[in-house]
Structure formats: C-alpha cells, structure tokens
C-alpha cells in the first residue's frame, strides 16, 4: 500500500515539476522582451530630459537634423 502511495506521489511531483519548468520558461521570456521594451522606454526618456534641459529650439533644430529637413 505504501509503495503504491510513493508510486502516485513521484507521479504526480514529477508532473508538476514539468509544469512548473514550462511555467519559468515564459517567465524567463516575458522578463527577456520586458527589458528589451525597458531599454527602448529608457531610451526615450534620456532623450525626452536632453530636450528639455535645452530648450524647445535646440530640440527642434535637432530633429529637423535627424529627419534631414
């Protein structure tokens, strides 16, 4: 009877380490594209304080610059 029991409960922990290590799989990827947009976001905003601590005219001749206008 106890053998059994043991059977059923390495059964069932071995499913649910399966599960879990899925589960951490997308954790792993969801943290992955979070930082990448995390990046991108940071880069925004140093850009967004540079164009602010100069003024609305240097930032305007600037991006007349990048968009070569």
């Not at 106890?2 to 059977?7: D, G, L, Q, V």
């Not at 792993?28 to 005219?57: H, N, W």
Request: some cysteine; glycine content about 8%.
């Amino acid at each position: 009877m106890t053998e059994k029991m043991i059977s059923e409960t390495e059964a069932k922990l071995s499913v649910h380490e399966a599960i879990c290590a899925e589960r951490y799989e997308g954790i792993q990827k969801s943290f992955a594209d979070g930082s990448k947009r995390m990046t991108r976001i940071e880069y925004l905003l140093y850009g967004v304080i540079v164009c602010v601590l100069f003024g609305p005219g240097v930032a305007a001749q600037f991006v007349a610059k990048v968009l070569g206008l």
